[in-house]
């Protein structure tokens, strides 16, 4: 079982910054992938970014120039920085995690285990 808790969305004007963050716990944190993955209104859950235990990055073609994934195993604690915000960014920011000990990493939300709550980011034009 994992617990996840997102924090740091806010209203942003455009071309700001952002850093979010996760905190996780729960048992073998080693054996998943952590997961960003956003949802702006009317539209389906997307791929943001990943990072597996030892730091190996994935992101979306559509943010790799802005955003950073990035955890800190010590602190248990998952991170987004977000550069350059625009107003196509607004949505709801979600942490996840993907027990990969018989799986391979992956970019599909369905095959993620463990969800926070969101975090609402808001960007003004």
């Known amino acids: 079982q994992v617990q996840l808790v997102e924090s740091g969305g806010g209203l942003v004007q455009a071309g700001g910054s952002l850093r979010l963050s996760c905190a996780a716990s729960g048992s073998t944190l080693s054996r998943y992938v952590m997961g960003w993955f956003r949802q702006a209104p009317g539209k389906e859950r997307e791929f943001v970014a990943r990072?597996?235990?030892?730091?190996?990055?994935r992101h979306a073609d559509s943010v790799k120039s802005r955003f950073t994934i990035s955890r800190d195993n010590a602190k248990n604690t998952l991170y987004l920085q977000i550069n350059s915000l625009k107003p196509e960014d607004t949505g709801v920011y979600y942490c996840?995690?993907?027990?990969?000990?018989?799986?391979?990493?992956?970019?599909?939300?369905?095959?993620?285990?463990?969800w926070g709550q969101g975090t609402h980011v808001t960007v003004s034009s």
């Open positions: 990072i597996t235990w030892s730091g190996t990055t």
């Open positions: 996840a995690a993907q027990n990969v000990r018989y799986r391979n990493p992956s970019t599909v939300a369905a095959e993620y285990d463990y």
